[in-house]
Nanobody
Framework: QVQLVESGGGLVQAGGSLRLSCAAS????????MGWFRQAPGKERELVAA????????YYRDSVKGRFTISRDNAKNTGYLQMNSLKPEDTAVYYC???????????????WGQGTQVTVSS
């Protein structure tokens, strides 16, 4: 089992930046991918970005390409999501999650952080 602890959410004005962190502990050797999901009220949870833990290959959903950057520090077992040029539509609870495989669906991820609120004001 992998335990995940997130930090870094908050309130920011449109155009601003935030950096989310996700510290992993436990069976970190089982991590194949780390993903950042978000869920806004009344909407489904969606994958924002993902990174293959060893190779560093990344995926981004179209709406965040060029604005968000996912990265990881294997030595610290920590993943990051740098969010720039934030928009009000980015407002959601953000979750980090890890998976033993590469996929975009929430059910493919077996460990989840507690979630952190990101609010972007216009």
């Amino acid at each position: 089992q992998v335990q995940l602890v997130e930090s870094g959410g908050g309130l920011v004005q449109a155009g601003g930046s935030l950096r989310l962190s996700c510290a992993a502990s436990g069976r970190t050797s089982s991590i194949y991918a780390m993903g950042w999901f978000r869920q806004a009220p009344g909407k489904e949870r969606e994958l924002v970005a993902a990174v293959r833990w060893t190779e560093g290959i990344t995926y981004y959903r179209d709406s965040v390409k060029g604005r968000f950057t996912i990265s990881r520090d294997n030595a610290k077992n920590t993943g990051y999501l740098q969010m720039n040029s934030l928009k009000p539509e980015d407002t959601a609870v953000y979750y980090c999650a890890t998976s033993p495989r590469w996929g975009p669906r929430p059910y493919e991820y077996d460990s989840w952080g507690q979630g952190t609120q990101v609010t972007v004001s216009s």
